[in-house]
């Protein structure tokens, strides 16, 4: 079952990336949660069911130009958890200065479509979250 959930959080992942916001939510539950609260950017926050992410994805071209995410890593942390390692990149809008931040997203997948997903600023806090530190 958790080599179907990677897939699925690669599935959102790549969708999300070519901006099919619609194929992405398919794979996300209508009532998940987004929670970007440890963002040090502008919209730090949760985020509530499908208009709550398309909210989210909305807002990354807004402030943010040649916006791409490269993943990183995967981890097939538990049964219903994957760990998404990845680079953020952009240009200001505004300033046009280069932008890259580094983050790790836990994702949760129940019965075949994404619940929640949670920001942590490092792969290690992610890792710990899900109880995998060491």
Do not use: C
Not at 50 to 60: K, L, N, V
Not at 72 to 93: F, K, N, S, W, Y
Not at 104 to 111: D, K, L, N, P, R
């Amino acid at each position: 079952m958790s080599q179907e959930n990677v897939e699925i959080v690669k599935r959102v992942l790549r969708n999300s990336a070519a901006h099919a916001i619609d194929r992405a939510l398919a794979d996300v539950d209508p009532e998940a949660e987004l929670d970007w609260s440890n963002s040090e950017a502008p919209d730090s926050g949760v985020y509530h069911g499908h208009a709550g992410w398309r909210e989210w994805f909305d807002g990354r071209g807004e402030g943010l130009s040649e916006l791409r995410f490269d993943t990183t890593e995967v981890i097939d942390a538990r049964p219903d958890t994957v760990i998404v390692v990845a680079r953020l990149l952009g240009r200001g809008r505004a300033s046009g200065v280069e932008v890259e931040a580094v983050g790790a997203g836990v994702w949760t997948v129940h019965e075949g479509k994404v619940t929640s997903l949670k920001l942590y600023q490092t792969r290690e806090e992610a890792l710990e979250a899900v109880g995998l530190a060491g």
